[in-house]
């Protein structure tokens, strides 16, 4: 019955719709996977980045304490003088 009300023009306009619409939603899966693929390259470069920047800080920790340490050799060397001309 409902074949017999709709035109052979209807029935191709609803079919070009359908068609259309899945078209659209394959392209749209298409770019979605796309940005996927791009965000995922993002993550893996600022990890890199954050790993970099981790090794470069340890380094910086490891060079402040040897500073340190030479500073705190270097005031124990001079203390004795500083105390010795004191109480004279």
Do not use: F
């Amino acid at each position: 019955m409902v074949m017999s009300v709709m035109s052979e023009g209807g029935i191709r306009v609803i079919l070009a719709v359908i068609i259309a619409t899945l078209a659209a939603i394959v392209y749209s899966l298409r770019i979605l996977v796309l940005l996927e693929r791009r965000m995922a390259r993002v993550d893996e470069n600022i990890q890199r980045i954050t790993l970099k920047i981790a090794a470069e800080e340890i380094q910086i920790l490891k060079e402040e304490k040897r500073i340190e340490a030479e500073e705190k050799k270097i005031e124990a060397k001079l203390s004795p003088k500083k105390k010795a001309k004191k109480k004279k």
